[in-house]
């Protein structure tokens, strides 16, 4: 079979490599959509924090299942399924405590350990979940959404909030479509007007193009009445977008830190006792989050369509990591199709 390997920064190739077998307990899976992560691409550019070469990209996606023996799972030959990349190690204080998101030897695939970005890939039973039905191309999404439905949920967002997501990425744009199915007022704030510009197709209440600092102060000051967010939602993975979320938070506001970040921030940290903040990070998902949303998704109530801006061949894998690097402002989720 052929694969997509990152040989290094910059370096994308196909390889021909063995078709896995089946094992007691896996079912083999032909990969139908992959999409191209945050990770992946810093992979790709050098830039993320847990990147080893070579490595086989890819975690987020959609397949059908060609092999699985008995299983107490209802799994069977020509389903169509995505599942949880987030492997755990099951021993560990977390694990222990069934916070199996954030295991202490944590090893997603295409980050810690190789990806799913091959025509056929092997994975443990008791992770794979019914795409119930759903287009393999809005499953592919699945994994992304989890991710900000999980922040969401971290924040306990109500309909009485009102939430600020900082980064109109795609995980800004997922998290602010969970906070809006929390029936929150969401705004959104980036730095590229492209990106609000698709935010708005969600239908959040506004959006804050990020200037500068005076700029953005004085946006969410007019937005809140100089009160602040009940929540803010740190989706780039910098410095100066956890600074916006600490400034832009009210007295006793929430903080949830999504983005994943090689730089270390330097800041008056009294401010975090002086307006009382509660400070959340929020790490990978869990099983409930990827049910609750294939059944979000099944009956209607979200609609993940929009997010995969564009596709190609996974024979094109170089052009379309080259595109994202190059375009990536442009862009929301760019998927390859197997």
Known sequence: MKGVVILGPGEVEIQEMEKPQLTPGNAILRLLYGGICGSDLGSYKGTFLYAKYPLIPGHEFSAEIVEVGENAYGLKPGMIVTGNPYYNCGHCYSCKRGMVNCCDANETLGCQRDGVFREYFSMPVERIYDGKGI???????????????????????????????????????????????????????????????????????????????????????????????DVCIEAVGLPSTFMNCIEAAAFRGRVVIVGVSKQSADFFHTIIQKKELDIYGSRNALKEDFLETIDLLHQGKINLKHVVSKEYSFLNADKAFYEMATKGGELLKLALRF
């Open 135 to 229: 287009s393999a191309k809005e499953l592919a999404v699945v994994e992304p959404f989890c991710i900000g439905y999980h922040a969401v949920k971290r924040s306990r967002i109500s309909s009485k909030d009102k939430v600020l997501v900082v980064g109109a990425g795609t995980i800004g744009h997922l998290a602010a479509l969970g906070a809006k199915l929390m029936g929150a007022e969401v705004y959104i704030s980036d730095v590229s007007q492209t990106k609000l510009d698709m935010a708005k197709n969600i239908g959040v209440a506004g959006t804050i193009l990020n200037t500068g600092d005076e700029h953005f102060k004085n946006k969410t000051d007019e937005i809140t009445g100089g009160n602040g967010f």
